[in-house]
């Protein structure tokens, strides 16, 4: 029997006073050395969130109010392959959260709403694709060294 994990998963739009807080997880994260990329530019982006059927999507962990997690769908992520959509993006899981299985529970519930949204699969990229391939994600394309774009089937 498994322990119970000690987070809820919730929509952005339903917790909006975090949008702040999970703005900067996903800037410190992937954000920080890109030229021109800000806090407030996520801020903003995630603004598009605002409901929770369509997409973008943003969903959090929360533990006891607290921020834990992110994961968003959005419509693309590459431009070099604008015929994959929709694309699983910003996947952050606050450093003492790792490998208690927050990240897993965050992806299958995106995998979920995915599928409710009628989606037939959802890509994205990866330098750590072991995570994934665990979820059931396979390789699409290993563009170079150390990165891959992969992909769930959802059909």
Known sequence: MS????????????????????AALIHEEFWLT?????????????????RADHIPLCLVALHEGRLVGVVNLVDSDDDDHPEWHPWLAGMVVAEP???????????????????????????????GPGFYTRLGAVVQLQP?????????ELA
């Open 3 to 22: 322990t119970p994990l000690p987070v809820t998963l919730h929509h952005l739009c339903e917790v909006p006073a975090l949008r702040r807080a999970v």
């Open 34 to 50: 890109v030229p021109g990329a800000s806090e407030d530019g996520m801020f903003e982006r995630l603004g598009q969130a605002d």
């Open 97 to 127: 959260w790792r490998g208690r299985g927050v990240g897993s529970a965050l992806v299958r519930y995106l995998l979920a709403e995915a599928r409710g949204l009628g989606c037939e699969r959802v890509y994205f990229g990866t330098d």
């Open 144 to 152: 170079r060294p150390g990165f891959w774009f992969m992909r769930f």
